[in-house]
């Protein structure tokens, strides 16, 4: 029975959680698509994530923005060198973001669905080739 359930936590261990969640429509109308935000379970207390919006206008641009957050108490924070800081209150279907870094980001997302395998590439891909830290 030891073995069984030694084997279930690495398994659970090994495998990433991860769920997509999704901004609030916004009425005042800020320019942008709907926010997506994936966030995936990773180790050290700790969650990988991941932004992606459109800017609409006359020439609609993809803004990405990814990072691991770390826990910090009853929250998740992500610093940059500069100083600034998002952090994730992460409750049940539902996470509030707020911070100095991206005013855009901030706000309340809600829970949509399981996210796929190719998020973790994804959040990969954008920490590599778009974020500057």
């Given at each position: ?46 969650y ?42 992460i ?43």
């Amino acid at each position: 029975m030891k073995k069984i359930v030694v084997l279930l936590l690495a398994l659970m261990s090994f495998f990433s959680f991860s769920k997509n969640y999704e901004k609030k429509e916004d009425k005042k109308g800020t320019g942008t698509s709907a926010i997506d935000l994936v966030l995936i379970e990773s180790s050290k207390n700790s969650y990988d994530f991941s932004f992606e919006y459109v800017m609409l206008g006359s020439m609609p641009k993809l803004h990405q923005l990814a990072g691991t957050a770390y826990k910090n108490g009853d929250k998740y924070i992500f610093k940059v060198s500069d100083g600034s800081k998002l952090e994730f209150s992460i409750k049940n279907n539902k996470v509030v973001v707020s911070g100095d870094f991206d005013r855009l980001v901030k706000g309340e997302y809600i829970y949509t669905s399981e996210s796929t395998s190719e998020d973790r590439e994804t959040i990969e891909w954008i920490k590599e080739n778009i974020m500057t830290d």
